[in-house]
């Protein structure tokens, strides 16, 4: 069955510093991989995939992501975290030749200090 | 444009009533999906619709909960006999179809069940 991991609760940083939020998944074909952020009391919102191609993917906000599949990981990055990013982090995934459902972490919230 | 919308935002009801929860997905968007947001569970798939076939009802929790999408756009998610249980916040989303499969969500609508 699939499944996504997110090993931690919450990451905490200090703003400027760099900020890595954990995910790994499992799979028995090829993965699509998703990473969505929802802010208080505010929807999910799409920030960056991973399909094909380039194991680097960058998105929205100065986000990026690392797709490494002897790892079976898509670890979330950012250079410098800032304030405003202190949010809850969801990394999904689906199969290229599944529906279109996606398969949830339980979150990691991220806690940026100033 | 319009995002995909909600309602009711919030919905308080006693234990043992029926509810139903409405989702208007973007318009062109013709996969709409239900997923179930429970405190410190994550995200839930509950049920797939896309265009015209059969939709994957494989998420739904119990025979108490049903969903209808009609004329392939407005969708009702419907609880019969609620319990304490079902109280969660209640997502939908809204994707074009493949190959972006990218989810659109909405705000939500927060159920209570006393």
């Known amino acids: 069955a699939q499944s996504v991991a997110q090993p931690e609760d919450q990451v905490n940083v200090a703003e400027g510093n760099p900020l890595t939020v954990k995910c790994t998944y499992s799979?028995?074909?090829?993965?699509?991989l998703f990473w969505y952020v929802q802010y208080p009391n505010r929807g999910l919102q799409f920030l960056l995939k991973?399909?094909?191609?380039?194991?680097l993917v960058k998105g929205s906000y100065g986000f990026e992501a690392e797709f490494n599949k002897s790892q079976t990981s898509f670890h979330l990055k950012k250079p410098s975290a800032l304030v405003s990013d202190s949010a809850l982090y969801f990394c999904a995934v689906t199969l290229s030749y599944n529906t279109d459902k996606l398969i949830f972490g339980t979150g990691t919230r991220l806690q940026v200090f100033p | 444009g319009a995002g995909v919308s909600q309602s009711p935002s919030n919905k308080v009801t006693e234990k043992g009533k029926d509810v139903e929860l409405r989702c208007d997905p973007i318009s062109g968007h013709t996969a709409l999906y239900w997923y179930r947001q429970s405190l410190g569970q994550g995200l839930e798939f509950l049920i797939y619709f896309q265009g015209n076939s059969a939709p994957d009802k494989s998420g739904l929790p119990s025979d108490r909960f049903s969903a209808e999408r009609t004329g392939g756009s407005v969708s009702t998610l419907t609880i019969q006999r609620t319990q304490q249980e079902d109280s969660a916040v209640y997502l939908c989303?809204?994707?074009?179809?493949?190959?972006?499969?990218?989810?659109?969500f909405g705000p939500g609508t927060r159920l209570t069940v006393t």
């Open positions: 989303a809204s994707s074009t179809p493949s190959p972006t499969r990218e989810q659109y």
């Open positions: 991973y399909i094909t191609g380039d194991n």
């Open positions: 799979v028995s074909g090829n993965p699509y």
